[in-house]
């Protein structure tokens, strides 16, 4: 038997976590052969607590067998002690009239104690996975804040977008979900993000040639993809958490089997037209477990140059109204 994985979790009474958590101690993120240490953290906050009490309670009753240890915190030197994954979902949510600007300050003093926490007492191969939106610029912030833990330890998620694209151009040339592949995400996890259509393939085919609407994919395909986390709290009148929580599931998945190929959001070093130093969505490939390496070579036409623009500027924005914060 291995030896348990620590896993630390943010947020873990919210509701990515009551929909992630299960799935965790299931071996659905690790693998069926790897028992696994919850450590949950949640704010100091007193339903907050009792919340995670009732879910750890939860936890309990499922039996899994994987899951060998429970500790339940809000102090972030407890829970991220030892931890061998860090999964930051905990952020504070924007309120009514609240300016874009201020809820990046609120968030970066988050990142910034759990980004020093960390880089103090995880583990010396401990992964960072922020999910907590802005998730881009709350991942850089927390990474502007290690000393000890290199920069490409810390990603941010862009896996649901990138399930979102997967999911319909499957729907649009009506063939199965897996014959869709290479559909990757460029940018910030907002709706300016670009799902770079134009390499995806469809059976082994270039998706533009066999969808043959170049107008569909220009527009309302990136339209629906940036703004399908709108849709879904206009239907549901909640947001998408288990379809985040199952994104997360697969960003680290996928970041712990070597050969995967998938969209991150990694330190940039200026490739594709992003600015060096924002957090970016890319295509990366697993090399080994809990490492990869960019994807390059990806030819941007007129087109998704001007995308990529759109969304470097946003996050060369978010990461202006934060600097005076992590300078
Ligand atoms: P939620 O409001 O249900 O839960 C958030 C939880 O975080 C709450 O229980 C809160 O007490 C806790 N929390 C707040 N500050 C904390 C701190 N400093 N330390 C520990 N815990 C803290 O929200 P939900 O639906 O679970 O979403 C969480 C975040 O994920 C939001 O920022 C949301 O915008 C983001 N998100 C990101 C997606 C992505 O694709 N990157 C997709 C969907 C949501």
Redesign the pocket.
């Known amino acids: 038997m291995k030896s348990p994985l620590r896993v630390a979790v943010?947020?873990?009474?919210?509701?990515?976590?009551?929909s992630l958590l299960f799935r965790i101690a299931s071996g659905a993120m690790f693998g069926p052969d790897q028992p696994v240490i919850l450590q949950l953290?949640?704010?100091p906050?007193e339903?907050?607590i009792k919340?995670?009490e009732g879910v750890a309670m939860e936890l309990d009753d499922c039996a899994f067998p994987l899951l060998k240890g429970i500790v339940q915190t809000?102090d972030?030197s407890v829970?991220f002690k030892d931890a061998n994954w860090c999964l930051l979902?905990?952020?504070?949510?924007?309120g009514p009239g609240m300016e874009r600007a201020d809820l990046l300050k609120d968030?970066g003093k988050?990142f910034i104690?759990?980004g020093q926490v960390i880089d103090a007492v995880a583990a010396a191969d401990a992964r960072v996975a922020?999910?907590?939106?802005?998730?881009n610029t709350n991942c850089m912030i927390a990474a502007s804040q290690a000393k000890r833990l290199p920069a490409e330890r810390f990603t941010?998620?862009?896996?649901?977008?990138q399930n979102r694209a997967q999911t319909q151009l499957a729907k649009k040339t009506g063939v199965d979900l897996t014959a869709v592949q290479d559909i990757f995400i460029y940018g910030n996890?907002s709706p300016t993000m670009f799902p770079a259509f134009a390499h995806a393939k469809i059976n082994g085919q270039s998706a533009p040639a066999v969808i043959k609407d170049d107008a569909w994919l220009q527009g309302p395909f990136c339209e629906i993809v940036g703004k399908r986390?709108a849709a879904i709290i206009a239907a549901r009148g909640?947001?998408?958490?288990a379809?985040?929580?199952n994104?997360?599931v697969d960003h680290v998945r996928s970041l712990v089997t070597p050969g995967a190929v998938h969209s991150v959001a990694v330190k940039s070093e200026g490739r594709y037209g992003f600015d060096a130093n924002v957090w970016a969505g890319m295509p990366v490939r697993t090399t080994t477990p809990g490492s990869y390496e960019v994807i390059t070579g990806y030819e941007m036409d007129a087109f998704a140059q001007s995308k990529i623009a759109a969304t470097n500027k946003e996050l060369v924005d978010e990461r202006a109204f934060v600097a005076d914060m992590i300078s």
Request: aromatic fraction near 2%; glycine fraction near 14%.
């Open positions: 943010t947020g873990a009474a919210g509701q990515i976590g009551y953290l949640e704010a906050i339903k907050a919340a995670l809000s972030a829970g979902i905990g952020a504070k949510p924007r968030n988050i104690a759990q922020v999910v907590g939106n802005p998730a941010a998620m862009v896996r649901l977008d996890h986390g909640a947001s998408s958490a379809s985040a929580a994104a997360l």
